[in-house]
């Protein structure tokens, strides 16, 4: 297997672990207490199922802060357990859409109960490589994205999908994290752990 093949496989088991068990030991921050400490309101996330917030794993609160209007078709990309694309639903309203794209089967199981619990009728999800989008040209209004470039090698295509589905005069909301200086080298990781 390649390089990129094990990364990639890597990073959906680790966030397949998160899904199936956001209580265990993980090589990231997971859930409420750490979607607190990035900025959610504590109210916000007791008006969400607990599916999308115990497995909640971004690196931002991207769906607080970004510019959502009422109707407005938003893509969460890489949404994981659903947390932002509920919130997003939420700030739309009922003439707005949100799509939910994971590669992860198991963050989408439990992205659906989140779903479901919450009653939201404008959230649909899909699995899907965030290189590959199963989403038309210029169909989207407003991406979300919440820490997935650092998780995915190929970032060229990604960023090309977006300028592709996102429509004219769009927005892309995006947040990484990122590094102000190269780390030690006894600090970095292995490749089987490059993304925690």
Known sequence: MDTERRLR???REAYSAAAQDPRGEHAFPVGREFAESLG???SVLDGLPEPAVE???GVSNVSVWAALTRGATVLDLGCGAGLDSLIAAQRVGRTGR????DFSAAM???ANSAVRASGARNVGLARAAAEKLPLSDGSIDVALV?????????????FGELARVVSPGGVVCAAELILKEPLPQAAQVDEASWFA
């Not at 949100?98 to 794209?101: E, F, L, S």
């Not at 919440?146 to 990604?158: C, D």
């Open 55 to 57: 497995a909640f794993a």
């Open 146 to 158: 919440n820490g997935i470039f650092n998780l995915n090698p190929a970032r060229t295509e990604i």
């Open 108 to 110: 989408l199981v439990r």
């Open 40 to 42: 959610y309101a504590r």
């Open 9 to 11: 496989a890597g990073v």
């Open 98 to 101: 949100v799509v939910g794209i």
